[in-house]
């Protein structure tokens, strides 16, 4: 399983894109057909509505629309997620929610093997970005991790910003255990053929100590996906 083109997202408080966000999207969504979002609320419709039409606008409002778009939800029969899956240009992992609400949803509508085979771009933002590692913690819930789709070897910390003292704290706690990349919102990971882009802020935190990432830190992350791929490549993944 090796997806072309992956991005993880923090949170854009201020609902659009970035200018250096959207000229990555433009550069690789020239197929758009179908954006579908996933969402990590599954029991709230009225918002999964709402949001799913805020995100799509960010799309639409930056000169990238799509001819249709839609949410999977509690309400989204298995039958219909799963094509919608197989059939989309792009997948959005929404945040908002807990990590696990999304994955138990992915997996309750029988897309996960799917989404991990589909041909699609995937997109995460917040806990959507959490879940796309191959390890992650949800500190909002608990500190112990878990699997996520296994997308990336990067487990992310979303919405870091050190006024936060709480989110701060948290950060540093589960740097005690793992490699943690912590991300202000408006920042970004794009990930494609086993190259690593960053736009914006973005401080790796190991052993309760944080700092900014470095060119060093992309390629020790790089030879992450290199030796991801080369171990799925054995196991016939």
Request: hydrophobic residues 35%; negative net charge; aromatic residues 10%.
């Amino acid at each position: 399983m090796k997806k072309e083109f992956l991005a993880a997202f923090s949170g854009f408080p201020d609902h659009y894109f970035p200018v250096k966000i959207t000229e990555r999207l433009r550069k690789e969504l020239t197929q758009r057909k179908s954006i579908v979002f996933i969402t990590a609320c599954p029991l709230e419709y009225r918002q999964n509505d709402d949001d799913c039409e805020g995100m799509y606008e960010m799309f639409a409002e930056k000169g990238l629309p799509f001819e249709k778009h839609c949410v999977i939800d509690k309400r989204t029969e298995p039958s219909l997620a799963k094509e919608l899956v197989k059939q989309a240009d792009c997948i959005f992992l929404m945040g908002g929610g807990a990590c696990h609400d999304q994955l138990n949803l992915i997996k309750e509508k029988g897309c996960y093997e799917i989404l991990l085979e589909c041909h699609a771009a995937v997109l995460g933002v917040s806990a959507g970005s959490m879940n796309m590692a191959i390890n992650t913690v949800d500190f909002s819930e608990s500190m112990e991790p878990f699997s996520g789709l296994g997308f990336t070897n990067i487990t992310v910390s979303c919405h870091h910003n050190t006024r936060d003292k709480w989110r701060y704290q948290k950060t540093l706690r589960m740097s005690e255990d793992r490699v943690v990349y912590a991300m202000e919102d408006n920042s970004a990971f794009f990930i494609k053929e086993g190259k690593i882009d960053v736009v914006g802020n973005i401080y790796r935190a190991e052993n309760r100590e944080l700092r900014l990432l470095t060119e060093n830190d992309i390629k020790e992350l790089e030879y992450g996906i290199y030796e991801k791929e080369i171990n799925d490549g054995q196991n016939g993944a």
